[in-house]
């Protein structure tokens, strides 16, 4: 890597300004398609954007791109200005927190596990996360609350459990940038509203990005983008797209009529 893409070592991640102009992405230089194409879109620091289109419209290859798990083909990806190529890579990743449908827990206590989040954290910072993520509902229900041991996996935990340990250990690292990545899928709605509530209250400068298949999951985003094999249909707020985008009425409308069977 040469010392340009290494970028200087004292550049921070200091808002979480995000900018794609024209990006393409193929994961093989010889592949004949693109996987994403022309993506060009502008998130402010602090907002809370939705990604939703259809299964394989690229939406996790998308923010991937963002803490450089792939670096773009062709165009940028900006951070407060700068190409994340600038950025030192640990830096980069340290201010970006992403929390996946599937994410990993470790051997250890739910303790060990959210200190994944931050070495350091207090007791009461520990606390503080767990309310926003609502691991607080059911930590007293574990047979020994924080320090009961996951086994490998957290087989012992439910998925909606699971993912609300992993918000948490995000909410510990103070990101800059927070990635939710379809991350709220076992959990009910009520509960995806309180911590969306908590993470508005307690996070109001950190730029949230939350990838979705429930519209009632980023209903009340800044903006919603809407991707369609590997391109951006449209962006807009909830309003405005269900006003004018076929494509959104479609899935509004399709789950409406799901939640009334």
Not at 93 to 117: C, P
Not at 189 to 210: F, Q, V, W, Y
Not at 222 to 249: K, M
Request: hydrophobic share 35%; glycine share 8%.
């Amino acid at each position: 890597m040469t010392s340009k893409e290494d970028g200087s070592s004292s550049l921070k991640v200091e808002h979480g300004d995000i900018r794609f102009e024209h990006v393409y992405f193929k994961y093989n230089q010889d592949a004949a398609e693109y996987v994403l194409s022309d993506i060009s879109f502008h998130i402010k620091a602090g907002q809370t954007v939705g990604i939703i289109g259809q299964t394989g419209a690229a939406k996790s290859t998308l923010v991937q791109l963002i803490p450089r798990l792939y670096d773009v083909t062709k165009g940028t990806v900006y951070i407060d200005g700068r190409p994340v190529r600038e950025y030192p890579l640990k830096g980069l990743r340290d201010s970006i927190a992403m929390v996946l449908q599937k994410n990993t827990l470790f051997s250890g206590t739910v303790k060990d596990n959210l200190r994944w989040g931050k070495e350091t954290a207090t007791d009461q910072e520990i606390g503080e996360a767990c309310r926003i993520a609502c691991v607080d509902e059911f930590i007293d229900r574990l047979e020994h609350g924080y320090e009961t041991e996951l086994g490998q996996g957290g087989v012992n935990v439910s998925g909606g459990q699971k993912q609300r340990i992993c918000i948490a250990r995000a909410i510990l690292k103070s990101p800059r940038v927070l990635i939710l990545d379809d991350s709220t899928s076992a959990v009910d709605t009520a509960t995806e509203a309180k911590i969306r509530d908590g993470l508005a209250e307690s996070m109001p400068d950190t730029t949230k990005i939350i990838i979705a298949q429930r519209i009632s999951s980023v209903v009340h985003a800044d903006q919603i983008i809407i991707l369609e094999d590997g391109r951006v249909n449209a962006v807009g707020s909830h309003e405005t797209l269900l006003a004018s985008n076929q494509i959104y009425q479609d899935i509004y409308h399709s789950q409406q009529e799901g939640a009334n069977l």
